[in-house]
């Protein structure tokens, strides 16, 4: 059974950093990309990051380019998203999710829960 569960969201200021983690299972690290997507409130939800399965491509919307890098660990399944330099736009549940990379943010397979991250003025 596949299972990504993403944690590591929180409460910060303006400027300040996190990292956003999301563990994967039942799967092996080269069946599928993992991309990261947010949705605030009232808004539709957007794909944010994802790093590819096969090679080191990653992709970021323009609105993150510069603030927030996606890594993965092969060793542990795990993928994360250091964001850093945040801004109050940046507040959001963020949910990570496993697919294709060339497709992204379309074609995503699997789903996890999200985490909450609430960034203050």
């Known amino acids: 059974e596949v299972q990504l569960q993403a944690s590591g969201g929180g409460l910060v200021q303006a400027g300040g950093s996190l990292r956003l983690s999301c563990a994967a299972s039942?799967?092996?690290?080269?069946?599928?990309?993992i991309g990261w997507f947010r949705q605030a409130p009232g808004k539709e939800r957007e794909g944010v990051s994802c790093?590819?399965?096969?090679?080191?491509?990653?992709y970021y919307v323009d609105s993150v380019k510069g603030r927030l890098t996606i890594s993965r660990d092969n060793a542990k399944n795990t993928v994360y998203l250091q964001m850093d330099s945040l801004k109050p736009e940046d507040t959001a549940v963020y949910y990570c999710?496993?697919?294709?990379?060339?497709?992204?943010?379309?074609?995503?397979?699997?789903w996890g829960k999200g985490t909450l991250v609430t960034v203050s003025s």
């Open positions: 039942g799967f092996t690290p080269d069946k599928y990309a």
């Open positions: 999710a496993a697919g294709g990379y060339v497709l992204f943010p379309y074609g995503m397979d699997f």
């Open positions: 790093i590819s399965n096969r090679d080191a491509s990653t």
